[in-house]
């Protein structure tokens, strides 16, 4: 390991270091389960069916997302992003973290309109002018709703605008089959794939993130780095040099072995909100079961929770302190801070904070609120990143997709399936009147009818 490397400090998780209950008699326990697990997800990539596991080397979606990034005229200086959960998080992730905190006038705005709430979308629009837009309308299926509503909402925009679509709107989706795929054929509109193999929240390091940033001009190439040698490491089969393999078991045992259902995603930084969005879809979405893989009803996975540093010490530690100890907390830490402010020093009550930084601050606070917890016996691990630049947030992706990945297997569950979500979008097909969904339109009405009445 470099001192380049992101590191896991897992000292307070365990029982020696804090007294958090998680002995390493229990962990090395789990290393054959974890090497079995491990073996299972390398086999899986290596056969071609697990598709994240070889996007760090994809340089030629890079090549040709760079391509167009380069060639967009100047004259676009707003890119409205459609899609939903995993085509949405991990881009909009990506661009928040790299992003300055406050965009210089003659930066392209990225807007993430994400949900198909009107109150947003129709805010931005009235606001934005169609002949400086260009939209990415991303959609691996093809067929979400939302993002299929969105889509329509915006090409008329555009031609209410006088625009041609052709040049103001781009497609990504799966390479070959599903709806958007016909329409971006169809019309001969510019798009990109999103590899069969890969799935939604699992597809940031596709175009799904590298065109919006490559488009805010970041650095795409150092993102697949960073991600690539992350991979390396995470190929690890010894469990305590495995990253992804110790937050996994970590995460696992803490449920399993001492009741921790509720992990928390806390960054310490205001760049990383995003990313801690993008974790509670990844881990909720992938581990959150009622089927294992030997089809036994588990109803399995734990509760997701994003939180950020210092502004939820006023909001959840109390919780996270005083509340019940079923949480696991991860802390992420910036060695070195994207910005730094000094705080001025002046005679009086606030005296104290004179010779400081503001970013000093904030990761006296991180440290401060791990020992607390610690003292209480109430375990965190903390991701150091050496700084918060492309290579860095590359590897903290690929992190915890592995993590993801090796949990899944650990649960005993397919961590790469959503059967759970499939009910409700058919009966949401039902009510809008789609043709196949009459039996679900039936439906709906008959639960409605026979819900029994408690109203206030
Ligand atoms: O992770 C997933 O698979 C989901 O969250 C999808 O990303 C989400 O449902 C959107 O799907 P699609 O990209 O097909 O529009």
């Known amino acids: 390991m470099t001192d380049d490397a992101i590191r896991v400090d897992y000292a307070l998780a365990m029982d020696d270091g804090s007294g958090c209950g998680l002995t390493n008699a229990q962990l090395e326990a789990e290393a054959p389960a974890f090497e079995r697990g491990l073996r299972r997800v390398l086999a899986e990539a290596e056969g071609g069916r697990l598709g994240f596991w070889g996007l760090p080397d994809d340089t030629i979606d890079l090549e040709k997302v760079q391509a167009f990034a380069s060639e967009l005229s100047d004259a676009v200086t707003d890119i409205v992003v459609l899609g939903i959960g995993g085509s949405s998080l991990g881009g909009r992730a990506l661009v928040e973290a790299l992003g300055p905190a406050v965009a210089p006038p003659d930066a392209r705005r990225i807007h993430y309109p994400d949900n198909s709430d009107p109150w947003r979308l129709d805010g931005l629009l009235r606001a934005l002018d169609p002949k400086a837009t260009l939209a990415v309308v991303i959609s691996k299926s093809g067929g979400t709703v939302e993002t299929a509503a969105q889509l329509l909402v915006v090409r008329q925009w555009f031609r209410d605008g006088g625009v041609a679509m052709k040049d103001h709107l781009v497609a990504i989706t799966d390479p070959e089959s599903g709806l958007l795929r016909s329409l971006a054929d169809t019309e001969g509109l510019r798009s990109f794939d999103i590899p069969s193999n890969v799935g939604g929240r699992f597809s940031v390091l596709t175009p799904v993130g590298l065109l919006p940033g490559a488009l805010a001009g970041f650095d795409m190439a150092g993102l697949l780095k960073g991600a690539g040698a992350m991979r390396d490491r995470c190929a690890r089969t010894v469990l305590k040099e495995n990253p992804a393999g110790i937050v996994a078991a970590l995460h696992v045992l803490h449920h399993r072995l001492h009741g921790r259902p509720i992990h928390v995603m806390m960054p310490y930084s205001d760049a990383l909100r995003g990313y801690a969005n993008w ?178």
């Open 279 to 456: 974790f509670v879809q990844l881990w909720a979405e992938s581990l959150g079961k009622r089927l294992d893989r030997q089809e036994r009803v588990v109803e399995t996975g734990p509760t997701p929770l994003p939180a950020v540093g210092a502004t939820d010490q006023h909001a959840q530690v109390q919780l996270f302190m005083e509340g019940p100890k079923d949480k696991l907390v991860t802390f992420v830490a910036l060695d070195q801070p994207l910005a730094k402010r000094a705080i001025p020093t002046e005679e009086g009550p606030y005296a104290y904070l004179g010779g400081h930084d503001l970013a000093e601050l904030l990761d006296y606070e991180r440290r401060a609120t791990a020992l607390a917890l610690a003292g209480d016996g109430r375990p965190s691990l903390t991701i150091h990143l050496p700084r918060l630049d492309a290579p860095a947030l590359g590897g903290l992706f690929f992190l915890m997709e592995a993590a993801t990945a090796i949990a899944g297997e650990l649960y005993g569950i397919d961590a790469f399936d959503q059967p759970g979500v499939e009910l409700g979008k058919r009966l949401a097909y039902g009510l809008l009147g789609r043709k196949g969904y009459e039996d679900a339109a039936s439906e709906v009405q008959e639960l409605e009818r026979t819900l029994p009445r408690h109203r206030v």
